[in-house]
């Protein structure tokens, strides 16, 4: 569209000179806006000048000598492409100036019925309309094209609208989604009514909710997004659709998960590390401190386990500290805290355990673990542990204290033969 000070550039095309007259005295006559008109006779030469000039609007007149009524506004459309068309009809008829409409116009007049600023007003409005036009198919287009799933609902949340990638990350088609609730289509039953009902209060009071949703794909999948809901307008401040915006973030969830597992863990044996170890002992050491109770530290260290490493290789090596650890796993109930501090020194902690319980668990993991077997081509690999056993106590003021006494058991164990349980009294 040209600017406010150039020229509106209109193409003509009505074989009544007369009327063709009257069209550019009107125009003319206007002071706020200035037209350029080019005048042409047929269709066939409106569409030569269409090919060799820019115009901003086209005037036509139905009843020309190469074509009548409705498919003048049909061929005129097809080769007019986005400019609009003002149709000037000597029919002062609603219906068919609809069907003119309907059959490509943006608008139409009666001649004779221009008034002292009518048809102008109609050119600029036609003009108007056709940019709004090409600015709201600028932003679906935008809209379309967004990585970001995106819907609009109603009030009661049936989909009127929604983009490609909200079809990508849902597995529902365009046609499937429209008219559907979002409940409908991709609840996991992740999250409880309360949490639904929180989020309705907000949007329902009109303001943004925003926040992190397990929402299921059509084929059952489980996916992580993050979820921003705008609820819109009227005029009256009466809320009338939702907009929807939703991310994708299951890849980050993962590798939030990854990380937390890489920071927790020791990589070879899958038990936590030292740190995890230290900070649950330290929590307990306080809890037993706070509410009393009882815990247990067993201080574990494989016997001879240089030899293994020497004698059978450092891969044998590693499979023997892999098949310890899932004997540890194994005998571990949800509460304990089963960790490789380093080397082929290991401890678990047992929060609520007495001492006689303590030393069953413990001995029944040293049996065990006397019962692993590797094959290697130089014969079967055994392998026994050392464990060490002490008591949380309530005057310990730091944890360093239990797992010193722990220790302590430990080497007593190794020094009075090794493979065998040793509490913390028969050490001093
Ligand atoms: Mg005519």
Redesign the pocket.
Known sequence: MSSAKSPIRVLLV???TG?AYLVKTVLKQNRDVSFEITWVESLAIAEHQLRHSCFDVMLL?????DSEGLETVEIGRQMAGDIPIVV?T?RADVDFALSALKAGATDYMVKGDFGFDGLARVIRYALLRVEMETHNKLLVAALEAAANSIIITDTEANIKWANPAFSRLTGYSLEEVMGSKPSELIKSGKQNELFYQDMWRNLLAGKHWRGEVINKHKNGDLYHEELSIAPVKNGRGEIVNFIGIKENISERKSLEEMLHKLANTDPLTGLFNRRVFLDRLTQESDRISRLGGSAVLLMLDLDFFKNINDNYGHATGDEVLKQFANVMRHNSRNIDVPARLGGEEFAVLLPSTGRNEALIMAERLRKEVANIAISHPKGMVHITVSIGAALLSIDDTDSEMVLNRADSAMYTAKESGRNQVCWFDCAN
Request: aromatic share 0%; glycine share 10%.
């Open positions: 009505e074989d009544e009327d007149d139905l009843s020309l000598p000037l000597g």
